[in-house]
């Protein structure tokens, strides 16, 4: 038998499953034990030695090799295994730098693995996908990716794109009837819901009959694309950048073999020295320091609570200048309490709390007991009726499992005495859930006694078009002008102090009454509208003004009321006294160039749906802004991918969202994207220091070699010493750099140009001069020590390596700064500090080692020598430092 053919209680039998309680924690771990995760297996991993052999595939290394073999076939052995040596560190650094990087970058994979909400143990938790073992029961709603193959057995409203799976793009309508056909279509199995597919709306609960590649989905898993990871724009830009490097050092190397052996040098020590300098001189290390930085501040940036997705937008958000950012739970806390009550003959004040149920209601500062006015009680118990939203106890306070705004009216209802006991006593047989687009949610619902009821809650401006009715305590009777004024001001009211307002309406039905979705939100009779609050989160005030300082616009978007969200803008001082609110239908009636004239005034963007994100989005963009867009439903996804930096909420996003999204707010906080913006910027500012930092060494290591030659002296430099600078001088404070802190005025500077090539802002010209100067130091100190004998060469050179050694070492504190070497505490950094003792430390010991100074070509130098070697090295950071330039 197949599993749509099933019956609900054989289903379970036969899964060995109570539906109402799920599996016990027990047989769920059995069953992982016996069958293994629910994990579709993935493409091939890069084994360990492919990644270690990778790191000598280079052209230059290999020619390096190369070289060093006929020098060890010519009897330089020393030089030979020196060289050997050096060359297999480096590979094997950055064989660990690569895997390093590739660690935490599935790390964050992990981290945003998908969970599914299930029951075990008769308790609905959420677990994490992979977890799930066949005969769980899960239940899944609008926005959820689905996580295992389900056999459905409960469903409301509930609608599954499977395109993924049947390549059908729209949504199907799913139920839970058994179908009695042997053979069913994928696409035509109604009561099943598979793996990797999206549930659209509505939502509902299923038992898991596959796992892993034991689904739908596992079968054609060999189909699936491979997740391999698409370099980031500035990845790719340094792609280039590292071919126009290397074409510029092979030339300057070539440059200068000729002019060595035009004046004589031997053939072999000129092409030794000149594949040694090519090598040196070509950032080769580049791509990998700028992934590790990437994916160390990305590191940095979950402990701030965001997590990126896409490596792309740690760039990207740096050049960020509009966060487009929801209302209800990112900026303010999403904890709702109902406040006030109107009906047609009340209007009341609710006391107490967040999810404590204690309070009271009060009528002109009376206190009154809700018994007396069955009106607003059962408003509040139709409230309850059209709701999901549970509390749950949790140690000694409650907790809310569901929607806070359908939690804050179950509050307000247990202070009514409106509690599971009441709630009891009526079903619900039909639904039509909320949505964004709708804003409104309906449901039907019958007592013991057969006794039906429609109840719709919802946007009161949406549902008083659909209302013609109201109650007053004498009766029902028809919505006139004065009952809508009447209305409508209590809303405004409400409104005005910043209060999200819910109506609630409902309709006797006859059990014998035909219903349709449409004809159940028609002719409604108004019960009453609530006004919850939902204070602003306390730390985005601050946050919103920061990102104003740092040049970045924020601007409200969100499904509430105008004027709700109007008064929240002004809390949150997000709005100016010039600042425009606009509503969701004004988006829809403007053409795109009538928004994109106005857009640069609009602060709140009210009653919107998620259509309309998708075109503010774009008008933004028009207007040049690069554009950060939050969202969590299933609708949003759109906008979210057409913003530049999409982002989705950790906790109260849909998976869909999520997917969509390159950012991830763990704590769904709106100052959390400005801490990532922060970061973004940071680590921008970071890649530059060490791009600066390594591009000057390698200026001045090819000048030094290259004035030599042209003023017809010796080499200034061994090759092993060429080597030895690329591997210690070079890596490890470059890597420091790129765990540097931010200069102060990050978040005070007007966004980056995201068409800004790397080398703006003055970058060139730094790594030219800084370069140049280093190379013109390095052989003044080779002159002022060379006495033209061949026994004072090495001297010579020992003074030129530490010159430059030195230089480099003091330069890198230049580099951690735009402005001057002077503005920033050196001492600030202290992994910098640590890779520039440790080097100092390694060149003494390649100095003054004695067994190590035949392989180094080195010799003693006395504190004379250093004097000068310090003075001479000080002097690129110094003048550039009081320049300025
Ligand atoms: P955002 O998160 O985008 O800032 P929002 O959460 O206020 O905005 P929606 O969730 O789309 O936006 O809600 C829009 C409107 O729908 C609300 O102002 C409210 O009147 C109504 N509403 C919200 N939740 C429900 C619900 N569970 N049932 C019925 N109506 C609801």
Same mark, same amino acid.
Request: glycine fraction near 8%.
């Given at each position: ?90 590979? !094997? ?16 994979? +992990? ?155 031997? !053939? ?98 009376? +206190? ?206 997000? !709005? ?310």
């Amino acid at each position: 038998m197949k599993w749509y053919q099933y019956q609900t209680d054989s289903l379970a039998r036969k899964l060995a499953v109570n539906m109402k309680q799920g599996l016990t924690e027990q047989q769920a771990a059995e069953r992982l034990r016996k069958f293994g995760p629910n994990v579709l297996e993935e493409g091939q991993q890069v084994k360990w030695y492919m990644l270690l052999f990778r790191q000598f595939q280079d052209f230059m290394v290999l020619v390096l090799l190369a070289a060093t073999l006929v020098s060890g076939l010519l009897g330089e052995y020393i030089d030979a295994i020196a060289i050997m040596a050096i060359v297999l560190v480096n590979g !094997i650094l950055g064989f660990f730098q690569e895997r390093k990087a590739e660690k935490s970058l599935s790390k964050l994979k +992990e981290l945003s693995a998908p969970v599914a909400y299930c029951l075990r143990g008769n308790e609905w938790k959420k677990t994490p996908s992979s977890e799930l073992v066949v005969g769980d029961v899960v239940k899944v709603s609008s926005g959820d990716r689905i996580s295992a193959d389900l056999r459905l057995v409960e469903v409301r409203g509930l609608e599954v794109e499977e395109s993924a799976l049947t390549g059908e793009s729209l949504p199907v309508a799913k139920n839970n009837q058994p179908l009695s056909e042997e053979h069913v279509e994928l696409g035509d199995q109604s009561n099943m819901a598979f793996t990797g597919t999206l549930v659209t709306r509505g939502n509902g609960i299923g038992v898991v009959v596959g796992t892993g590649m034991d689904t739908a989905m596992g079968q054609i898993a060999s189909m699936l694309v491979s997740t391999e990871r698409i370099p980031t724009p500035l990845e790719r830009k340094l792609e280039e950048l590292g071919k126009i490097l290397i074409v510029t050092a092979l030339l300057l190397t070539l440059f200068v073999v000729v002019i060595g052996v035009l004046q004589g040098h031997p !053939i072999y020590q000129m092409f030794l020295a000149g594949v040694s300098l090519a090598v040196a001189a070509i950032p080769e290390g580049l791509p990998a320091i700028v992934t590790v930085a990437l994916s160390l501040g990305v590191q940095r940036m979950i402990k701030k609570k965001a997590i990126v997705r896409k490596l792309s937008a740690v760039e990207t958000l740096g050049c960020a200048s509009v966060i487009c950012s929801d209302k209800t739970g990112t900026m303010t806390e999403n904890q709702m309490t109902v406040k006030h009550i109107f009906t047609m003959d009340d209007a009341l004040y609710v006391t107490g709390e967040g999810y404590d149920v204690s309070g009271s209601f009060f009528d002109n500062g009376n +206190e009154i007991e809700l018994s007396q006015l069955p009106d607003v009680r059962n408003m509040l118990l139709y409230g309850n009726l059209c709701n999901h939203a549970k509390l749950v106890k949790k140690d000694d306070a409650f907790a809310l499992d569901g929607d806070p705004t359908e939690g804050a009216i179950v509050v307000a209802g247990r202070k009514a005495r409106i509690d599971e006991q009441t709630l009891s006593g009526w079903t619900i047989i039909h639904e039509i859930p909320f949505d964004s687009d709708r804003k409104r949610m309906t449901v039907v619902v019958e007592d013991n006694h057969g006794k039906r009821l429609s109840i719709t809650k919802g946007a009161p401006d949406v549902l008083l078009p659909r209302t013609s009715m109201v109650k007053t305590v004498a009766r029902v009777k028809p919505m006139q002008k004065k009952e809508e004024q009447a209305i409508s001001s209590s809303i405004s009211s409400m409104a005005d102090e910043a209060l999200r307002t819910i109506a609630i309406c409902y309709k006797p039905l006859s059990n014998t009454e035909d219903f349709t979705d449409y004809t159940l939100e028609k002719d409604l009779i108004f019960a009453g509208v609530v006004g919850m609050i939902d204070p602003p989160r306390k730390e985005v005030k601050a946050a919103i003004s920061e990102c104003r300082a740092a040049g970045i616009k924020t601007v409200m978007i969100t499904g509430d009321h105008a004027k709700t969200a109007e008064a929240i803008a002004k809390q949150l001082e997000l !709005i100016p006294d010039k600042g425009l609110v606009m509503e969701g239908s004004q988006v829809s009636n403007l053409s795109d160039d009538q928004l994109d004239d106005l857009i640069d005034d609009i602060y709140v963007f009210a009653r919107v749906t998620p259509q309309h994100k998708l075109k503010i989005v774009q008008s933004f963009q028009r207007k040049g802004h690069v554009v950060a867009m939050t969202g969590d439903g299933v609708n949003d996804a759109p906008a979210i991918k057409a913003s530049d930096i999409g982002v989705s909420m950790g906790r109260s996003g849909t998976d869909v969202a999520k997917e969509s999204s390159s950012l991830i707010l763990l704590d769904d906080n709106f100052a959390t994207i400005k801490a990532a913006i922060h970061e973004g910027r940071n680590i921008y500012d970071n890649i530059r220091k060490f791009i600066r930092y390594l591009l000057a060494s390698n200026v001045g290591e090819i000048l030094v070699m290259l004035f030599a030659m042209l003023l017809a002296l010796p080499l200034p430099l061994v090759p092993v010493q060429i080597l030895w600078v690329n591997l210690v001088t070079d890596g490890l404070p470059a890597m420091a750099l790129g765990l540097d802190q931010s200069e102060g005025d990050v978040l005070k500077r007007a966004p980056r140009k995201p068409t800004e090539g790397i080398f703006s802002r003055g970058l060139g010209f730094k790594i030219i001069s800084r370069g140049i100067l280093i190379g013109i130091v390095t052989l003044m100190a080779f002159i002022w020590a060379y006495d033209g004998t061949t026994e004072g060469l090495v001297y010579a050179q020992t003074v030129a390596f530490s010159t430059l050694v030195m230089a480099q070492l003091i330069h890198v504190f230049d580099c951690r700064s735009e402005k001057s070497v002077f503005s920033r505490n050196p001492f600030q950094n202290l992994y910098l500090v640590g890779a520039v003792v440790s080097s100092v430390l390694l060149l003494l010991v390649v100095l003054y080692y004695e067994p190590l100074q035949p392989v180094f070509h080195t010799t003693d130098l006395v504190l004379y020598d250093w004097g000068m070697i310090l003075a001479l090295s000080a002097v690129p950071t110094l003048f550039f430092g009081f320049t300025k330039k």
